[in-house]
C-alpha cells in the first residue's frame, strides 16, 4: 500500500508543532500544505501551553491529542526537554511520539534527548527546500504510524531515519560553556536569519511583479547576504568545535585520505579538468578525520584560486624532518604577496571579493587550529601569478 492510498482512506495526521519563531511556523505550515502529506497542524509557542494542550486543561478541553509531536528544544519558560520528560512520564500522554526539531546539532542535546526516550530527533532545516525533506520523513513515519499496529516497528522505523550518526552529525563535543554558544548561534542567531532570507525568496518568487527593478535587485542583495551570514554563523560553530573535539590519533594512510578528497571534489576536478599528482606519502598516527579535512581545504582552494584560462596543476608531497612530516600541496594558481601570507589564516579575511572568487574566509584558519591542537603548524610561500604552496607539519609521536 502506497502513501497516496493510505491518505485518501485515513484522516490526516494531527500534528502538534511546539515553536516559539514565528517564521520557523511559518516555513513548517508551508512545507506541510504544499506537500502530499495531509496534516492537520497544532501550534504551542511554549512549553507550558503545549503541555496545557495536551493535558486538555481548562480552555483546552476539546483539543485532540496529537498523532506526531514536533518539539523545538530551545522554548520559553519551559525547556523542549523539560516537556519531553513531562510527556515520556504521563501514562496518558507516553505513547504520543515525539521528534525533536531543533537547530541545536549538539551531541549532549541529542542524548538527552534519546535519553528522554524520544522517538527521533531532526536538526532543523536552512530554507523552505529543507523543510520539504523534513516533511517527507515525517510522511513516512505517519505512513507506518497508520499501517502498521505494532508500536515497535514504528520506533524502528523513526530511529532509522533520524537516529544520531543517521541524519545527525556526530561529535565528542560535551562542554557545557560550547553547548550553550553554539545554541546561541544556531538558534538564537540562526532563527530571524532563516525567516529573513525565506520570506524575502517567498515574495522574490511568489510575486515577482509586486517590485520595481530597484526593489528586485535590493531583494536580491538581501537573500545573497543572509545566505553568506548563514554560512559564516555556521563556520563559526565549527570554529568553535574543534577546541572542543577530543583528538583521536591513530596509524593513517594518507593515500586513502587523499582518495576520500578526491571523491567528494570529484564534481570540481572534473569541471577545471584538473592535473593532482600525489607523491609517495607515509603513514602517519594522526587524526584521520581531521587530517582529511585540511587536505580537502587545501585541495578545494587549489581548485578555485587560478586564473580562468589555466588548468589547475596540483602536486602533494611529503618530507620527514626531525621534528615529523612535512607536507606540501602546490599549486599553480594566481598567488599573492609575502605581505598577505599571515593574514589568510585569520577568520574570515579574503584577499578576492565575491564576484572574483566566492568564499567567507575561513578554511586556512580551521585548518591551521586543527594543526595547533596536534602540536603542528601551517605556513605558505606565494607567488603572484605562479601559484602557491602550502606546508604543514605532524609531529612524530611521542613515547
Request: charged content about 25%; aromatic content about 8%.
Amino acid at each position: 500500500m502506497n502513501v497516496e492510498t493510505v491518505k485518501s482512506k485515513e484522516r490526516a495526521a494531527n500534528i502538534l508543532l511546539v515553536e516559539d519563531n514565528d517564521g520557523d511556523v511559518m516555513l513548517a505550515k508551508k512545507a506541510f500544505a504544499e506537500g502530499s502529506f495531509a496534516a492537520q497542524i497544532s501550534v504551542a509557542n511554549d512549553g507550558i501551553k503545549a503541555l496545557t494542550m495536551l493535558r486538555r486543561e481548562p480552555g483546552y478541553e476539546r483539543y485532540q491529542k496529537p498523532d506526531i509531536i514536533l518539539l523545538d528544544l530551545n522554548l520559553p519558560n519551559k525547556s523542549g526537554q523539560e516537556v519531553l520528560a513531562e510527556i515520556k512520564a504521563d501514562e496518558q500522554l507516553k505513547h504520543i511520539p515525539v521528534v525533536i526539531l531543533t537547530s541545536s546539532g549538539a551531541t549532549q542535546d541529542v542524548e538527552t534527548s534519546y535519553a528522554l526516550h524520544a522517538n527521533g530527533y531532526i536538526v532543523k532545516p536552512l530554507s523552505l527546500k529543507q523543510f520539504f525533506e523534513v516533511v517527507k520523513i515525517i510522511e513516512q513515519f505517519w505512513f507506518n504510524l497508520v499501517v502498521l499496529s505494532d508500536g515497535s516497528e514504528v520506533r524502528q522505523e523513526m530511529s532509522r531515519v533520524a537516529k544520531p550518526g543517521g541524519m545527525l552529525p556526530r561529535s565528542n563535543v560535551t562542554a557545557d560553556k560550547f553547548e550553550e554558544f553554539t545554541r546561541i548561534i544556531a538558534h538564537d542567531l540562526g532563527a530571524p536569519l532563516r525567516g529573513m532570507v525565506e520570506f524575502s525568496r517567498l515574495l522574490q518568487d511568489g510575486q515577482p511583479d509586486a517590485l520595481n527593478d530597484d526593489g528586485k535587485l535590493y531583494l536580491s542583495l538581501i537573500i545573497n547576504n543572509g545566505e553568506k551570514l548563514k554560512k559564516m554563523l555556521a563556520a563559526l560553530v565549527d570554529y568553535s568545535c574543534v577546541d572542543m573535539m577530543e583528538i583521536m590519533p591513530s596509524h593513517t594512510d594518507l593515500h586513502v585520505i587523499l582518495q576520500n578528497c578526491e571523491n567528494t571534489l570529484k564534481e570540481r576536478i572534473d569541471k577545471t579538468k584538473a592535473q593532482i599528482t600525489i607523491f609517495p606519502l607515509p603513514t602517519v598516527v594522526t587524526d584521520a578525520e581531521q587530517i582529511q579535512k585540511i587536505f580537502h581545504i587545501l585541495l578545494e582552494n587549489a581548485l578555485t584560486f587560478v586564473e580562468p584560462e589555466k588548468t589547475p596543476d596540483i602536486q602533494i608531497s611529503a618530507r620527514s624532518i626531525s621534528e615529523g612530516w612535512v607536507f606540501q600541496v602546490k599549486d599553480n594558481g594566481i598567488g599573492f604577496i609575502e605581505d598577505f601570507y599571515d593574514h589568510i589564516f585569520k577568520p574570515f579575511k579574503r584577499l578576492h571579493c565575491d564576484e572574483e572568487y566566492p568564499g567567507i574566509g575561513m578554511g586556512l584558519t580551521l585548518a591551521r587550529k586543527m594543526l595547533e591542537r596536534q602540536n603542528g603548524r601551517i605556513w605558505v610561500e606565494s607567488i603572484p601569478r605562479q601559484g602557491s604552496t602550502f606546508f604543514f607539519l605532524i609531529p612524530h609521536p611521542t613515547g
